[in-house]
């Protein structure tokens, strides 16, 4: 009762006399494969769901098959017409997880180097809880004309994410570079790289004359030397060590001191100044 209009080698089929036709067409936005037409005996209370081995339907770039305009509960008592219906996809979709990219999508991938995280700025399904993440994927419509921005959110834009350092570390930019000039076409891949947090070491001259040692900066957690108290000279006191922070201890030249944050180094000074009394 249900016969397709061509042989397994592709020849078509005559229309058995008195059977209806059942036409599947592709749609606005889409293209079928595999057999489109149907042979169906009208008198044996046949439906669509009885057609088993409807054709596949392979949709456009940026659009996703619905449905068929019919519902499989129609029966099939007359020439039938079948288009197959669309849903259109988001020009920009953040990936979930195990999520393969659409058909014609490209893939648009952003990740950390391991010391710090990112946070999307797409609050679609996914994109709201990628959140303090190490990667974030999109899929985009290469039809559409998106481009990456730094900015603020828009038509036609991807907003990169926003990043935060791990303790002690600072953004160093991306890898490869952010190119909000030219339309996605193809993927990519950008890298956000961190950097050690700089910190310094400063000294003062508590009072003294002369020019304090140069101030220091290194990276985070760098053990450095201190310096000696130069030119720096006071009347009638003696240089006794430097006072790092809020420790008592006085650190001496040469000392070692690791710098974990900011750090002051302040010349000590005792009175040295003798008094001779006269009768």
Known sequence: PILPSTDD??????????????????????????????????????T?????????VIEDTG????KWSEDESTAIKK??????????????????PDQTAPRGYVVIIFKTDGN?????????????????????????????????????????LLPVPDT?????????GWFNDIDEEKPIIRGRVHVAKFKPAKVKL???????????????EVNHNTSVRLAG???????????LGWKIGDDTNLKQAGDEIILTEDTKAVAQWKNDKKIIEYN
């Open 164 to 172: 935060k350092p791990n303790d002690n570390y600072d953004f160093d």
């Open 63 to 66: 659009y996703v098959f619905d």
């Open 9 to 46: 080698k592709g020849t078509t089929i005559a229309r058995p006399q008195g059977y209806v036709v059942v036409h599947f067409l592709n749609g606005e936005h889409g293209r079928l494969s595999g057999e489109t037409i149907y042979y169906v005996n009208p008198k044996a209370g046949k």
């Open 202 to 216: 400063t000294y003062f001259a508590n009072g003294a004359d002369g020019t304090p040692p140069a101030e220091l």
């Open 229 to 239: 108290p130069g030119n720096l000279k006071k009347t009638d006191a003696k240089f």
């Open 79 to 96: 020439d039938l017409t079948i288009k197959a219906q669309y849903t259109e996809r988001p020009d920009i979709i953040t990936a979930g």
């Open 116 to 156: 710090g995280t990112m946070t999307s700025r797409i609050k679609d399904e996914y994109g709201a809880n990628a959140k303090n993440v190490h990667e974030i994927v999109y899929f985009v419509n290469p039809n559409k004309k998106i481009k990456l921005t730094k900015g603020d959110a828009g038509p036609n």
């Open 48 to 56: 669509l769901k009885d057609i088993a081995q409807k054709p596949s």
